[in-house]
């Protein structure tokens, strides 16, 4: 699992060089529906049309929310959906493997190994470049910090309500950047990623809310 995360890391971040941040993320993204279909084929999860309506719904709607435009090309699109295929796996192997385990634990040494082989693998193929500025520093050191909290609280959600309703609430993720960069980065959102990010959390409270109806 630890080399999974290092995989799924590296992959997403490489994507970011060929490709726009906003279709890197879009293209990560995939992954709630993916993870959907994984644990409805392994016989996991109960996938509804519901749910497929709406995963499907909130990914369009990010679409908008992130704004995207700019050149891209087919490297990046690939890195991209390799990082969504990885994370995929990672979701499914750790609901089919650790469920119901102690998700606090489990995360501690899946970060550890992680880490540790990502490093083997920067250091034997990229170089160890560290930033000069003490904001740089800061950065780097606090990005870590918040990655690892939000792994932890991710798996801790997988324990308690399963792959397919924990995928979905992740669409929260991309928004949360969005409204962070308006509150600290001033950036500006225009009314199309608005009425994006509308139809996200809409789609999410829909799949949460609204109840099937007894057959």
């Not at 992954?31 to 519901?50: A, F, H, N």
């Not at 385990?101 to 470049?129: A, N, Y």
């Amino acid at each position: 699992m630890g080399g999974l995360l290092a995989t799924y890391s590296y992959l997403l971040i490489s994507a970011i060089e060929h490709i726009p941040v906003a279709l890197a993320v879009l293209t990560f993204y995939l992954y709630p529906i993916l993870t959907s279909l994984g644990s409805w084929v392994m016989g996991q999860e109960r996938l509804t049309l519901k749910i497929v309506a709406c995963l499907i719904t909130a990914f369009v709607g990010l679409g908008f929310a992130l704004n995207l435009g700019g050149e891209f090309n087919s490297l990046g699109i690939s890195l991209a959906t390799g990082a969504a295929i990885v994370f995929t796996i990672l979701l499914l192997v750790n609901q089919r493997f650790v469920g119901g385990q102690e998700s606090r634990t489990i995360s501690l040494h899946m970060l550890s190994s992680g880490t540790f082989l990502f490093l083997i693998f920067v250091l034997i193929f990229e170089g160890f470049p560290l930033p000069q500025s003490s904001k740089g520093i800061i950065a780097y050191i606090g990005s870590g910090v918040f990655f690892s909290f939000a792994i932890i609280g991710m798996f801790v959600g997988l324990a308690k309500i399963g792959a397919i309703r924990t995928s979905l609430f992740m669409n929260f993720e991309p928004i949360s950047s969005i409204a962070l960069g308006v509150i600290l980065l001033d950036q500006v959102l225009t009314p199309l990623q608005l009425a994006g990010a509308g139809v996200v959390i809409a789609s999410i409270a829909v799949a949460e809310l609204v109840k099937e109806p007894k057959v």
